[in-house]
């Protein structure tokens, strides 16, 4: 069974940073892949990065390509998410996902399971 917790949320200042992690169990790394999303209050869930665990090749939307890094540690079993120059408007609930294929879209409804999505607070 698939199981996916997010953690390392919480609130930080303007031009802050945070990582997230995913810890992830259930997966295959042959062909498994681990996306971050995220929805923001009153917007579409968006998403933002994704990895494929078994090379480490990822994708990366407009939004999350200047600040954002995704990497993976197999070993442990987590998927991180690296959030820099935090800014306000990236206040939302952040969600991991997992898709049975290879990283190659950021398209959610591939993504078959979802974890329970962590708070970030974005203010001054």
């Known amino acids: 069974q698939v199981q996916l917790v997010e953690s390392g949320g919480g609130s930080v200042q303007p031009g802050g940073s945070l990582r997230l992690s995913c810890a992830y169990s259930?997966?295959?790394?042959?062909?498994?892949?681990i996306g971050w999303f995220r929805q923001a209050p009153g917007k579409e869930r968006e998403g933002l990065k994704c990895i494929t665990l078994k090379d480490g090749y990822s994708l990366t939307s407009d939004t999350a390509k200047d600040r954002f890094i995704i990497t993976r540690d197999n070993a442990r079993q987590k998927v991180y998410l690296q959030m820099n120059a935090l800014k306000t408007e990236d206040k939302a609930t952040y969600y991991c996902?997992?898709?049975?294929?290879?990283?190659?879209?950021?398209?959610?409804?591939?993504?078959?399971?979802w974890g329970q999505g962590i708070q970030v607070t974005v203010s001054s």
């Open positions: 259930g997966v295959s790394l042959d062909s498994y892949a």
């Open positions: 996902a997992a898709d049975t294929e290879e990283c190659w879209t950021l398209y959610q409804v591939v993504y078959d399971y």
